[in-house]
């Protein structure tokens, strides 16, 4: 997010997709197998009674941490998308030769 110039529309486009794509694989891809295999867990650890409560998904200790940091990520993308008007269309202009 430093290290990419704001007031280039194709670099903010490009920012926006290629995070997108990383919340998609990890967040969605990552997070569903973990949940899927705590689910499991909880429910199948003892045939008597289940442990949902505290080993079952969002019963973890960092859960709100998670949760705070996916709030921070879609607020980047936001950020991101709130630039895009003030940005400049810089395709197919004169390249300067150094």
Known sequence: WFSFDRTDEYQLCNFILEFKALM??????????IGAVQSHLC???????????????????????EISWFVVQAANVWVAFLYLPFSNNRAGGVVPRS
């Open 24 to 33: 998609f694989i990890s967040i969605g891809f990552v997070c569903l197998a």
């Open 43 to 65: 429910l199948t650890l003892s045939p008597h009674e289940h442990y949902c409560r505290s080993i079952g998904p969002g019963a973890s200790p960092t859960f709100y941490w």
